[in-house]
């Protein structure tokens, strides 16, 4: 993490810490209030300090600093989690607006995204973008990343350890834009999302929950460039994932 960072997680922690301490002094739990009898206990505290004409504020919750796309990349770091970073050239984070109403979620980078850092930039990226761009939206309309943020070599599958390794940089992700609607694209996305392991064609097109947000799973366009037909399903997804996050799925 940056050193701003670090000074803007301690502010806020300072913060909470003399919130909570304000409560407990106001409630008496800290010192003696003069005049009032002392508490007997942290509950009578509660009790005093509920009483009618008395009332006290709520605790404040332990303050959660939010997280952002920023602090989750200074997480990553130049990441040796898993061995996938023996053969990586790039790490490939995600790229987007960290406002988007959607978030799509693929695999894993290949080659070209590995070349270059950035997800879905190879052919299969290339149908992702005239996709969004039949439907008037531009890459930076939206935010795009992958379950695993380095290539598998010979773009095999995620293994199990990689994908729990990493997933949760993904995860962070989702909770730091908290956008409308989550597109998984293709199996492994769908998979890790909902812990499923229900086939695709199966989950296509259905809108799920994700902790409170839409998430709709779709072919991924891989899969598309190697089954043409398929596109038709792939269009009738989107759209619903757009109408889905409201405002054509721009920001
Ligand atoms: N396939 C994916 O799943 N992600 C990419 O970034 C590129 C291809």
């Known amino acids: 993490m940056s050193r701003r960072g670090h000074a803007a997680d301690l502010a806020e922690s300072v913060r909470a810490l003399r919130d909570y301490f304000a409560y407990l002094g106001r409630s008496g739990v800290l010192f003696p209030i003069p005049g009032a009898p002392p508490p007997a206990s942290a509950k009578a505290a509660t009790i005093l300090a ?15 600093t939010a997280d952002t796309l ?5 997480d990553l770091g130049d990441c040796t989690r898993c061995r996938l970073h023996q053969t990586r050239r790039n790490i490939v984070f995600g790229v987007g607006n960290p406002k988007a109403r959607i978030v799509f979620v693929g695999e894993a980078p290949g080659a070209d995204e590995d070349a270059k ?19 008037g939206l531009n890459r930076s309309d939206v935010y795009i990343c992958n379950v695993l943020k380095c290539r598998p070599p010979e ?17 962070r992700q989702i909770r730091a834009i908290r956008p409308k609607v989550v597109c998984a694209l293709g199996k492994h996305a769908a998979h890790t999302l909902l812990r499923t392991t229900d086939p695709i064609t199966k989950l296509r097109g259905k809108a799920f929950d994700f902790e409170g947000t839409k998430l709709v799973p779709a072919f991924h366009p891989a ?14 997804d989107l759209k619903k994932v757009l109408e889905l996050a409201g405002n054509g799925g721009k920001p």
């Open 155 to 171: 773009n095999r599958d995620p293994d199990p350890v990689e994908a729990q390794t990493c997933s949760p940089f993904m995860l």
């Open 70 to 74: 920023e602090k989750i990349r200074d």
């Open 50 to 64: 509920t009483s009618p004409g008395d009332p006290a504020p709520a605790p404040p919750a332990p303050q959660a």
């Open 223 to 236: 899969y598309l460039l190697r089954n043409p037909r398929s596109q038709w399903e792939a269009r009738t």
């Open 117 to 135: 850092g950035e997800p879905f930039v190879g052919r299969a990226g290339q149908l992702l973008t005239n996709m969004l761009k039949a439907f």
